[in-house]
């Protein structure tokens, strides 16, 4: 199983990024696909989740109260990537950002699988 994350690097406040995630080893029908970060001192939190139906259609979505109606969370079936866009970027929103799979809850414990991370800065 590897969840290859990408996309991460320096922007300014109030500009957009967009992360990728690239998934492969899973049985997609049987797992949901989410983003959490991580900042400096701070422990890693829910950022954004998708799961999907048995016919790869995309399920319902949920988003931490933080980013919500700034941060978009979709993917790709063709690619088996999942992606998070980013807009209106404030210094807050710096972490590590993980992609991550998870077949019951979007608790830390519940995660079956994680990426490696990708990192975003904004600068103010």
């Known amino acids: 199983v590897q969840l290859q994350a990408s996309g991460g690097g320096l922007v300014q406040a109030g500009g957009s990024l967009t992360l990728s995630c690239a998934i492969s080893?899973?049985?997609?029908?049987?797992?949901?696909a989410g983003w959490f970060r991580q900042a400096p001192g701070k422990e890693r939190e829910f950022v954004a989740a998708?799961?999907?139906?048995?016919?790869?259609?995309?399920?319902?979505?949920s988003y931490a109260d933080s980013v919500k109606g700034r941060f978009t969370i979709s993917r790709d079936n063709t690619k088996n990537t999942v992606y998070l866009q980013m807009t209106s970027l404030s210094y807050e929103d710096t972490a590590v950002y993980y992609c991550?799979?998870?077949?019951?809850?979007?608790?830390?414990?519940?995660?079956?699988?994680w990426g490696q991370g990708t990192l975003v800065t904004v600068s103010s």
């Open positions: 998708m799961s999907w139906t048995g016919s790869f259609r995309s399920g319902p979505t």
């Open positions: 080893g899973l049985t997609f029908t049987n797992y949901a």
């Open positions: 991550a799979a998870s077949r019951s809850s979007w608790k830390l414990d519940d995660v079956d699988y």
